[in-house]
């Protein structure tokens, strides 16, 4: 079955860090972008962070800007994203997927392959 497998999360109090992980399975990620994304209780989903394949760039949606870093490793056919100084509003199941091309796509309609989910929460 091609789809991403994500782990990592858990509860972590404020302030904490936790490392996830986005292993994909039956496919390559070598010449994808690939985006984490979450979903909080009763809100839409939203992305994340984005890396992009052809020039490693990456992007980071404003509420995580400094906090989170997200990297990838061909050779394990994973990506994973760091995330530090968690917030309560952090808490959300998260999502990785992969873009069409090696560029990251604003239009999450755009991404392939969705995982289950890890879920997040931060709370004391």
């Known amino acids: 079955q091609l789809q991403f497998v994500e782990s990592g999360g858990g509860l972590v109090q404020p302030g904490g860090s936790l490392r996830l992980s986005c292993a994909a399975s039956?496919?390559?990620?070598?010449?994808?972008?690939v985006g984490w994304f979450r979903q909080a209780p009763g809100k839409e989903l939203e992305g994340v962070s984005c890396?992009?394949?052809?020039?490693?760039?990456?992007f980071y949606a404003d509420s995580v800007k400094g906090r989170f870093t997200i990297s990838r490793d061909n050779a394990k056919n994973t990506v994973y994203l760091q995330m530090n100084s968690l917030k309560p509003e952090d808490t959300a199941v998260y999502y990785c997927a992969l873009a069409g091309g090696p560029i990251c796509l604003i239009d999450l309609r755009e991404y392939n392959y969705w995982g289950q989910g890890t879920q997040v929460i931060v709370s004391s």
């Open positions: 039956g496919f390559t990620v070598d010449y994808y972008a």
């Open positions: 890396i992009n394949s052809s020039d490693g760039d990456t």
